[in-house]
């Protein structure tokens, strides 16, 4: 492939040091994988396989245990996402790298489409513009209008979902993380987040997704990575729980 | 946020008391305590270091007696350190802040830094009036102009909310949550680049707290001020800190990216800690 | 009954032989000194003496008696003044004192006569000269006190030069009342540094303060500090730059300047007092001295006139 990968995982591997229970708790073992630029690369595997925890990895939600994600910048810098300085890491994902999860935090105050238009203005983007083009992917991915000005705190799965969506593609990262985006959304609002995310591949975007329908991998991914849970927890009885905590 | 520094701070240590030469080798969360039980003196804070950028807010959590509070009051200069080093950049110009002499501390306490403290009796003078009290400070910047400092003052109080046709009212006048809004426009009232928040929500309504919380938000998004929230409450960190220092017992126990933080701690105690609030 | 007021008078005076010239002795005269000239080396600072016990009550003016009699020598001549007046009670007894205590000196009711004036209240009217020490007698040397009850605090915001809190008050007081209602003791920054409490004078005296050719001295007995305003030193009243400092206005209903109803002055500070028989509200100097010059002058032109 002539094209430079943006992210490369080498033996990515996260364990878990439960200190009350004192017990170790592997989530991944020795995962490699690549990002492309315009490439969705999905991640598929068993409950317990450790999907979300590559992605939590990659964003540093978790410190990986070993292993090296080494990312390359809009400037063309290697950074190892691994061990990055923390305000690096803050700066990239300001900047570079976003995450689309199930859950979302929000304010109690905050209107939807400021929490959508958020990221933009965080990146100098007038507040009108930033705004403008929240309204308008709202539209796209079917959330009612009257709901726009209202906190999204008391809405629905589904309704949350479309708001992180929004949110997440709206900013076009370079990378963009996407764990089970879809969810909860109706197969119409599904057919349209399919359409969004080709449209962020044409602009370059790459992107790391888990899909909970394999149709989806089928429509959007460019590549496959298949993850095995790590040796001694295929029968870890809580362990996607742990994943999403 | 930028890659600008705002402060730097190295081994910063506070202990109350005369202090012997086991003092530091016999505190810390290893050994369960903040008091040296060689000479009875405290450590309230040791080691502490850590960076700030601009438009940061850092969260600093622990329970009381963590040493939290102490760090930070040491940086506003309302306790002298026993030892360390904090470097303020500003301008172009760096200050060592413990270096400078009473006239400088005052400057950049006046000037560059704002102080939002728990209890508005210490942010606020009760025996002037809210505007009076945004006054203080402008005046302080050496602002003579009365309209001025009029409007000034009304703009400050109508950003954080603050019915402006209460200005003129004592602060006693005023609900817990209001009494925190003019201590924020107070502290805001010079724009300084660098904003200490001490356990701000503390004592308020939930939905105050949310407003409040709101406000500082917008406020770190507006003026890029750099901050650092002192506080218990994991919410709060959640909501405001993109970085987050837990301490103990005087010390730093761990420091990172406040999500990775609250979903993967990595010391047995903000385990715990963390655990509880959920 | 004159006779006898006469003898007590004329003991006292055989007593007080037996007092060093200038009551007290030379070294407490020379802590003064030393304390004047720090005062005048740092202008606006209040400098620490230890004041010293006077036979009268103090805040009967012992701060600027101390400075008087530390100062006065035989060659002096000393004018006491009172609210402008010296035939008031306190203006008379420091008079009379220091006449006592001081036997060779020469003392004298008229400003342009006087080389030490010592003044509770007022600064006389007719500009002072290089040659003239004014001595006013301060009962709160602290402008600060006001806001900060601690000394140790107070001493820091005077170091600093922190003043914001007392600009706070002039800010609360045009909130409150649209203007400074401060009246007298009116805070006044002096060579750009310290703020001091200006003493009893009405806001009136204060522009001349600034710039003043004769040496300005301030005592404060029970507090025990001295504080100078030397001459040609700037001594700015604390305003805002849009509500700037005023003196007191004599203008009637009708916008017209009051004047004097003994002298016919219209440029002096005016006492106002209540006629016993017409009932009719009467204003007159409050300088007296320069009430009886301007008279003079009246009657003089008149004369000349008639």
């Known amino acids: 492939m002539s094209i430079q990968p943006i992210l490369e995982v080498e033996d990515f591997s996260k364990t878990f040091m439960l200190h009350e229970q004192g017990k170790e708790l592997p989530s991944s073992h020795s995962v490699f994988l690549k990002a492309y630029p315009g490439r969705l690369t999905a991640l598929i595997g068993p409950t317990g396989a450790g999907k979300s925890t590559v992605l939590k990895g990659i964003y540093r939600t978790y410190l990986p245990t070993s292993g090296r994600m080494m990312f390359t910048t809009e400037q063309g810098q290697q950074i190892d996402l691994a061990t990055a300085d923390e305000h690096q890491i803050l700066e990239l994902r300001k900047e570079e790298i976003g995450f689309v999860t199930q859950f979302l935090h929000t304010l109690p105050r905050q209107s939807t489409e400021d929490v959508v238009a958020m990221p933009l203005i965080k990146k100098g983007i007038s507040r009108e513009i930033a705004l403008e083009k929240a309204r308008e992917i709202l539209g796209q991915l079917n959330l009612p209008e009257r709901l726009w000005a209202v906190s999204p705190a008391t809405f629905s799965g589904g309704e949350k979902q479309r708001v992180n969506l929004a949110r997440g593609l709206l900013a076009q990262p370079r990378l963009l993380l996407l764990d089970e985006p879809t969810a909860s959304l109706d197969p119409k609002t599904t057919d349209r987040v399919v359409e969004l995310i080709n449209n962020l591949k044409q602009t370059g975007t790459a992107m790391i997704a888990i899909f909970h329908d394999m149709d989806l991998v089928e429509k959007l991914a460019d590549d496959v990575v298949e993850l095995a849970p790590p040796i001694g927890t295929e029968n870890f009885f809580n362990s996607d729980t742990n994943e999403n905590a | ?278 | ?306």
């Open chain 3, 1 to 306: 009954m004159p006779n006898q007021a006469n003898t007590s008078d004329i003991q006292f005076r055989q007593a007080s032989v037996e007092y060093n010239f200038g009551f007290l002795d030379e070294y407490a005269k020379k802590e003064v000194r030393r304390s004047v000239l720090k005062a005048i080396a740092i202008p606006g600072y209040q400098v620490p003496y230890s004041s010293r016990e006077m036979p009268m009550g103090r805040g009967f003016g012992t701060g600027g008696l101390q400075l008087t009699l530390s100062l006065i020598g035989k060659q002096d001549t000393l004018k006491v003044i009172d609210q402008g007046s010296d035939d008031s009670v306190n203006a008379v007894n420091l008079r009379s004192f220091i006449e006592m205590t001081c036997p060779g000196i020469d003392t004298t009711t008229k400003v342009s006569e006087a080389n030490l004036i010592q003044s509770r209240h007022r600064i006389p009217e007719q500009a002072l000269r290089e040659d003239q020490v004014l001595v006013l007698q301060v009962p709160y040397p602290d402008a600060l006190v006001v806001v900060e009850p601690s000394e140790d605090k107070r001493k820091i915001m005077h170091g600093e030069a922190d003043y914001s809190r007392l600009l706070v008050k002039l800010y609360e007081d045009i909130v409150k009342f649209d203007e400074i209602t401060i009246s007298h003791r009116y805070p006044t920054r002096i060579n750009r540094h310290y703020v001091i409490d200006s003493s009893p004078i009405p806001r009136w005296d204060v522009p001349k303060m600034n710039d003043s050719r004769a040496l300005i001295l301030l005592g404060a007995g029970r507090e025990k500090k001295i504080y100078a305003v030397p001459p040609y030193t700037l001594a700015e009243p604390l305003e805002f730059d849009d509500v700037p400092f005023r003196v007191e206005s004599f203008d009637d209903e009708t916008d017209k300047r009051r004047t004097c109803h003994r002298c016919g002055c219209d440029h002096s500070f005016l006492d106002e007092f209540v006629d016993a028989i017409s009932g009719e509200k009467l204003y007159q100097c409050s300088d007296s001295d320069y009430c009886d010059e301007q008279l003079k002058a009246r009657s003089v032109k008149q004369g000349l006139e008639g």
């Open chain 2, 1 to 278: 946020m930028s890659n600008e520094k705002v402060l730097e701070v190295r081994n910063l240590s506070k202990v109350y008391g005369k202090g012997c030469a086991k003092c530091f080798e016999s505190t810390g969360p290893e050994h369960n305590t903040n008091i040296c039980p060689h000479c009875g003196s405290i450590v309230a804070a040791h080691d502490i270091s850590f960076d700030l950028y601009k438009g940061e807010i850092l969260g600093i959590m622990g329970e009381s007696g963590s040493g939290k509070s102490t760090s930070v009051k040491n940086l506003f200069f309302d306790e002298i350190p026993t030892s360390g080093q904090a470097t303020f950049f500003d301008d172009g110009k760096q200050y060592d802040l413990f270096s400078l002499n009473a006239q400088q501390k005052r400057h950049l306490r006046n000037h560059r830094f704002g102080m939002v403290y728990q209890n508005p009796v210490l942010g606020l003078n009760f025996n002037v009036s809210a505007g009076g009290n945004i006054a203080e400070r402008l005046l302080m910047s050496n602002l003579t102009n009365y309209s001025e400092i009029r409007e000034r003052a009304i703009e400050l109080l109508r950003r954080t909310e603050v019915l402006t046709e209460r200005m003129d009212e004592m602060p006693k006048n005023f609900s817990g949550g209001m009494q925190q809004r003019v201590q924020i426009a107070k502290a805001l009232a010079t724009n300084p680049p660098l904003l200490f928040l001490d356990e701000v929500t503390t004592g308020l309504d939930l939905s105050v707290q949310a407003a409040i919380l709101d406000l500082i938000m917008e406020i770190q998004r507006e003026s890029q001020t750099a901050m650092i929230v002192v506080t218990h409450d994991l919410g709060v960190i959640r909501l405001l800190a993109g970085r987050t220092i837990v301490m103990k017992y005087g010390r730093i126990i761990e420091t990172g990216l406040t999500d990775q933080i609250l979903e993967d701690p990595q010391d047995a105690y903000t385990q715990r800690l963390v655990a509880s609030a959920l």
